[in-house]
Nanobody, 123 residues
Framework: QVQLVESGGGLVQAGGSLRLSCAASARTFSNYAMGWFRQAPGKEREFVAAITWGGGVTYSADSVKGRFTISRDNAKNTVYLQMNSLKPEDTAVYYC????????????????WGQGTQVTVSS
């Protein structure tokens, strides 16, 4: 199992930007597909974005397309989520997820989860 640690959350005004990072402990990080999910108070956890093992293909939820970008640096064992044009409805705890299977990550069933990082967007 991979250990994941998210960072980069905080309080930002609507229209602002944040970059989240997720550092992984995996010896072979490039063997894992990675994803970002979020959970707002009183709501279920939802898919935000995912990226393939080499980073060549990415997927994003419709609600964040054009605003959020997922990327990874396999040399640093880190996946990122660049969030631009933030809206109050983006307020949530953001989690990263890892699994060897891309579809497993995209469905939110990956074996490894981080502890989450809080993102709060004020209007």
């Amino acid at each position: 199992q991979v250990q994941l640690v998210e960072s980069g959350g905080g309080l930002v005004q609507a229209g602002g930007s944040l970059r989240l990072s997720c550092a992984a402990s995996a010896r072979t990080f490039s063997n894992y597909a990675m994803g970002w999910f979020r959970q707002a108070p009183g709501k279920e956890r939802e898919f935000v974005a995912a990226i393939t093992w080499g980073g060549g293909v990415t997927y994003s939820a419709d609600s964040v397309k054009g605003r959020f970008t997922i990327s990874r640096d396999n040399a640093k064992n880190t996946v990122y989520l660049q969030m631009n044009s933030l809206k109050p409805e983006d307020t949530a705890v953001y989690y990263c997820n890892a699994d060897r299977g891309l579809n497993t990550v995209k469905s939110g069933h990956g074996n490894s989860w981080g502890q989450g990082t809080q993102v709060t967007v004020s209007s």
